[in-house]
């Protein structure tokens, strides 16, 4: 009865609407579940089926394969994830440049860093776990991954020796005849290389039941491999033209507009949807610290001890230990990524870690990150340079460690020569198509190799660089980071990131799994065709422990030729660290600054000026500091017939502010209210007429006052005032201008020890130097045009 009461009237209608709500839940339940099943049920078995299918018919290593049927499961839960994604901390738009906490304005290799205290905890969107098809894409905020489906085809045969023609199952295949290094290149002889090959080790290394152990994997590559593609589309013919008649496909480099994503770049061949192998779908242990790239904690009573190893490393040591050096981390790559195709033959490659005194856990978990998510075919080998390091976990317990994997290889420098010295040692030795050199404290993201190679492949004098993520340095989480950011730098060659803004990603339709043309590396983490490497001369050997050959090789390489790009599809995750844990030889500013001197000299033509005019006057002067000998750099760059620098701003990075003098034009007396002028080798003045030549100076990056080659040089003890060739060395032609608050106008000569200032006659004709007088305006001068204050 009570019931019936409340069906009358609008009750009847409320109830009616309720019971229809209901059955549309029930109905859209089912319809969700049926979905799901269908994903997981014959969507699944149809792909399993074909994996299975294609792996008989290449005969790749089934455990392999094995591991692409749980990926399904693996990204079940990847899926639930909803990542922050993170900007790196000081990026806010087009050119800005993120502050470096290292070592104030003269570290010039640093990546993005968080900002201090960020959480950054992986949280997981409660209102996202039954939606696991729904993706979010947009640059900010939560982002849940689409659910990935390995799609694998036939790979391409990894087999690659001395010969041009090579069998496979009695089939031909065509590759670039062998040649390492060339002839002519060297590396440097005090490179000492011990004889000991510990990779042959044959100790066979006891697993223990730790997180950090290893599960068993065999990483053998059978080379029989059916081709059924058309012979022709695996010819890769070796590109002989010279650098100035190379054809940069897809970038309209001509006008100016580089800066473009480079799509239409083609070559024939079979292609395959880029694999997605990765031995660590499954992890052994889904509960450990840190797994799927989650933030790890420190349990209280470990705080202590996880604060006093932080300096071991400069990370969380601790955490990094409890976490399994094979865990799995999350796909990062956009969506569309899924989808692209690359070609089924790609070069090999040789996999380079340099590393001085790197922590044991992330050495491991780098090296474990290559060979558990990359197609075995296409990794050669793995390189480990070991920079004469001062751990003894890194000598026999890691030789022990290694010889576990036939591919890895272990490279021992007798001498400490940096990072730089240490990787053309790695290269000299590597035996693979195209060198890939990375960082000891990274993971290498599922699907990451392909795109990078595929990039090599289609243009051998492309260098990609993948997209470089962030392992937190506190709580060991694996972050993406913003999309459409690419390298540049900003003066005195201080590396940082900048992201494309919307109206340019909008106008040139840059999607975001596009690559990305880069002015220069972060120089970590990159591929290159290894023939082309040794072309480029490799890096300058006289540059010292780190710092400064990121900018080298990106200059180098754009210069004379080739191209940097960033790979959307291509993710590696890197741990930024504070402050380097190893030690500098010499002093590290000292190190960095010679170091940036020296591609300084090399590569920028004129406008080094405005590189020492950015805080390294002290450069200039030989006394101080000997850079080395440049003779084998600048004949490098001539046999190259290497672009100028002007080229590169012009056509790589016309966004660099990049004046070549602080100031120039008339300059003007404000006592007088007439104007400088150099005749017949004297100076008088004259009225101001900007079309007169002899009234056209500059004052250059390194404060000068010049009329072309002439400079106006102080004479502190006469007080007067003399012509001298210009010579950028010589602190006594220095004047400064816009430097001091009170005598902001004046023309203060450097070297003075009483301030004396530039001043003119009282009716203007003479010209002398007088003990600085903030009030006078015989004193003060302006030029027509200030390019930087
Ligand atoms: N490295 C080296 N020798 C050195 C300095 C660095 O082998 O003298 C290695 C280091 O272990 C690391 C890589 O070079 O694997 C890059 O150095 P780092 O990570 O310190 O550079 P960052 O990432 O801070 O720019
Ligand atoms: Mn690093």
Known sequence: MKVSKYLRGSGRFLAFIFAASVLWLLFD?????????????????????????????????????????????????????????????????????????????????????????????????????????????????????????????????????????????????????????????????????????????KKQVKSDSSNNAPPKQEHVVQQKIVLSENKSSLVRVKTTAKPAQLHLNGSNIQTGKLLNSTKSVTKQGALHKVMNLDVTLKPRDVNAPGQFGWAAEVPQYSLEESRRRWSEGYFNVFLSEQIPVDRAIPDTRPSACAEKLVHDYLPTTSVIFCFVDEVWSTLLRSVHSVLNRSPPHLLKEIILVDDCSTKDYLKDKLDAYMSQFPKVRIIRLKE???????????????????????????????????????????????????????????????????????????????????????????????????????????????????????????????????????????????????????????????????????????????????????????????????????????????????????TEQNQLRQKLQCKSFKWYVENVYPELEAPLAKAEGLVFNLGTRKCLVQEKGSLSFGMCDLSKQSQHFSYSWVRLLRQNASCVSPQVTGGGLTLEPCDNTKPHLRWLHKTNKLLAEHLIAETSFQRLCLEAGPNGNSIHLKACDESSSYQKWQFTHYYSQ
């Open 29 to 201: 339940m089912a319809a969700l579940r049926l979905s799901i099943t269908d994903a997981n049920g014959e969507h699944g078995k149809e792909r399993v089926l074909k994996d299975r299918e294609l792996a008989k018919k290449i005969d790749l290593n089934p455990s392999n394969m094995k591991q692409d049927v749980e990926t399904s499961k693996r990204s079940e839960m990847l899926k639930r994830l909803a990542y922050k994604r993170k900007k790196p901390d000081g990026i806010h738009g087009e050119n800005e440049v993120f502050p470096n906490s290292k070592n104030g304005n003269i570290v010039t290799r640093t990546f993005p860093k968080l900002a201090a205290g960020s959480d950054l905890k992986v949280q997981v969107d409660t209102k996202l776990l039954n939606t696991s098809n729904k993706v979010s894409s947009g640059s900010k905020g939560v982002n849940v991954k689409k659910e990935v489906l390995p799609q694998t085809k036939a790979p391409s045969a990894g087999q690659q020796g001395k010969d041009i023609k090579l069998e496979f199952n009695g089939k031909k295949d065509y590759r670039i005849p062998q040649q390492i290094p060339p002839q002519d290149f060297q590396i440097p002889q005090d490179v000492a290389l011990s004889n000991k090959s510990d990779h042959m080790l």
């Open 416 to 630: 400490r020569h940096g990072l730089i010295r240490a990787r053309l040692a790695g290269a000299a030795e590597a035996k693979g198509d195209v060198l890939t050199f990375l960082d000891s404290h990274i993971e290498c993201n599922v699907g990451w190799l392909e795109p990078l190679l595929d990039r090599v492949y289609l243009d051998r004098r492309k260098v990609a660089c993948p997209v470089i993520e962030v392992i937190n340095d506190k709580d060991m989480s694996y972050v993406m980071v913003d999309n459409f950011q690419r390298g540049i730098f900003k003066w005195p060659l201080v590396f940082g990131w900048s992201t494309l803004t919307d109206d340019f990603i909008r106008k040139n339709h840059i999607k975001v799994s596009d690559p990305l043309r880069c002015p220069v590396m972060a120089g970590g983490l990159f591929s290159i065709d290894r023939n082309y490497f040794y072309e480029l001369g490799g890096y300058d050997p006289g540059l010292d422990v780190w710092g400064g050959e990121n900018m080298e090789i990106s200059f180098k390489i754009w210069m004379c030729g080739g191209e940097i790009e960033i790979i959307p599809c291509s993710r590696v995750g890197h741990i930024f660290r504070g402050e380097n844990p190893y030690k500098f030889p010499k002093d590290r500013q000292k190190t960095v600054e010679r170091n940036l001197a020296r591609v300084a000299e090399v590569w920028l033509d004129e406008y080094k000026e405005i590189f020492y005019g950015h805080g390294y006057l002290h450069l200039l002067n030989k006394n101080v500091i000997d850079i080395g000998d440049l």
